[in-house]
């Protein structure tokens, strides 16, 4: 496809649960970015890559979420044993410079941790 | 702490009258800011961006204005169209950072 791809679009977790959530960016794009959107909220950064280099994680809430990126293209977002605070959609956007300043977003994962 | 504000949750606006979304900031380190479309289900859109440099950026039917001096930027659709019912983010970042910080938010109904 032409967009950013994720998946799965929505999941549900029992908490205590580990989860992985991925990213198809468009091809070619140097940048990748994950936020996280909490209902109401506006998305907030969790973690950006150029290329397969993570480059800043100053926005992932806890050590229980990691994110990887090993050959540069598809990313994926884990969280080990999920709380209910981790409930909100999770985008996914990629950029083809490294400043990102028109990132395409991906539809989103919708986590719902019960 | 929001550096990126948008103080009206929902604006309803008549099909063909002009939609005015207003956004604030509070870090004067932001240079570049942008305007975010997202429809239910789907992920935001890029709509429009301004530069510091600028104080007005037209594309058709949108027109975002900057006032650096009050730390505020607003978005203008004229004429509304109900394809514009959306919810717009607003977002900032400095010129030489790839990081957004973005606003809560405004739905947008445009009705017939």
């Known amino acids: 496809g032409a967009g950013v791809s994720q998946s799965p679009r929505y999941k549900v977790a029992k908490r205590g649960q580990d989860v992985a959530l991925r990213c198809d960016p468009i091809?070619?794009?140097?940048?990748l970015f994950w936020y996280q959107q909490a209902l109401g909220q506006g998305p907030e950064f969790l973690t950006y890559?150029?290329?397969?280099?993570?480059?800043?994680k100053s926005g992932l809430p806890s050590d229980r979420f990691f994110a990887e990126r090993p050959e540069g293209s598809v990313s994926t977002l884990k969280i080990q044993r999920t709380q209910q605070e981790d409930s909100a959609v999770y985008l996914c956007?990629?950029?083809?410079?490294?400043?990102?300043?028109?990132?395409?977003f991906g539809q989103g994962t919708r986590l719902t941790v019960v | 702490d929001q550096q990126v504000k948008q103080n009206s949750p929902s604006l309803s606006v008549q099909e063909g009258r002009i939609s005015i979304l207003n956004c604030d900031y509070t870090?004067?380190?932001?240079?570049?800011f942008l305007w975010y479309k997202k429809y239910p289900a789907e992920g935001p859109t890029f709509l429009i961006s301004?530069?510091?440099?600028?104080d007005k950026n037209e594309d058709g039917r949108f027109t975002v204005f900057l006032n650096k001096s009050a730390k505020h930027l607003s978005l203008h659709i004229v004429p509304s169209q109900p394809g514009d019912s959306a919810v717009y983010f607003c977002?900032?970042?400095?010129?030489?950072?790839?990081?957004?910080?973005f606003g809560a938010g405004t739905t947008v109904t445009v009705r017939a």
């Open positions: 890559f150029q290329n397969e280099a993570q480059l800043d």
């Open positions: 091809s070619g794009h140097v940048s």
């Open positions: 956007a990629s950029s083809p410079d490294s400043l990102g300043a028109e990132a395409f």
């Open positions: 977002a900032a970042r400095r010129s030489n950072d790839y990081k957004l910080s």
């Open positions: 301004i530069s510091s440099i600028k």
């Open positions: 870090n004067s380190m932001f240079d570049y």
